[in-house]
């Protein structure tokens, strides 16, 4: 009796073996769980945004778009303008109109389909690193769109930017040096402009016309370091 029992215990233990059940492990739960946020819509989600600027004596309806949690509808066609039904965020206190009805009271507001990440460059800001050294490189950095746009998905994201870097050159010294100088090319030369400056030099600054032009172009930044820098 007990090798029967004992080559039950055996079969099982094989069997087992040949078909383990598939428990993922926490790592794998918890990037399961973020790409699952990631994609997931919900209005009901907790915002980790400021709402420290949000009114709180005013009507629901009169609220920023900063101020509110909406429910989106991912199949809706890009770039279209579409209605979102919106509640106010936690924290923040608003009247109710009295004098609608309850289905009247929603905060409706009209956007475009897209993404927070879709949306345009002037219409998120992102942070600035340094530390770059080409102005045709690019990093990585967390952008973020602006408060009064609303968007699909996460309001923070990766994106590349360009590398705006610098040499130490100030706009203000050369401007200084062009206007004083400059008919001699000394604010050619300090940019690093030498062919340009030494022209600018035996031409007496082109008879003083292009003294003027160099001061009107480094005047409205058109006019930079030669090696692509700028200024600070």
């Not at 004098?99 to 998120?124: D, F, G, P, S």
């Not at 973020?144 to 706009?171: A, D, S």
């Not at 062919?195 to 480094?218: A, H, P, Y």
Request: glycine share 8%.
């Amino acid at each position: 009796m007990s090798l029967i029992l004992s080559h039950i215990r055996i079969t099982q233990s094989s069997v087992n073996s040949n078909n383990p059940e598939v428990t993922p492990t926490k790592l794998e739960k918890i990037s399961s769980d973020t790409d699952r946020s990631a994609v997931t819509i919900n209005s009901s989600s907790k915002s980790s945004s400021d709402t420290s600027h949000c009114p709180n004596d005013t009507l629901c309806t009169d609220l920023p778009n900063s101020c509110l949690q909406c429910t989106y509808n991912p199949q809706c066609v890009y770039g279209a303008e579409i209605n979102v039904t919106c509640v106010p965020k936690t924290n923040v206190l608003c009247h109710a109109d009295r004098l609608k009805t309850a289905a009247q009271n929603e905060i409706r507001r009209t956007m475009v389909c897209r993404y927070c990440y879709q949306t345009e460059r002037w219409e998120h800001g992102c942070e600035q690193k340094g530390g770059c050294n080409s102005i045709d490189s690019q990093y990585k950095t967390n952008c973020t769109v602006h408060p009064e746009l609303l968007c699909m998905g996460h309001r923070t994201f990766m994106k590349k930017i360009p590398c705006n870097w610098t040499q130490g050159y100030r706009w203000s010294t050369t401007l200084i040096l062009s206007i004083t100088i400059g008919g001699f090319g000394a604010d050619r030369f300090f940019l690093g402009h030498w062919q340009e400056g030494i022209g600018k030099l035996f031409s007496f600054g082109g008879l003083g016309v292009w003294t003027l032009i160099d001061v009107l172009l480094i005047s409205l930044h058109y006019l930079g370091p030669a090696d692509g820098s700028l200024y600070i």
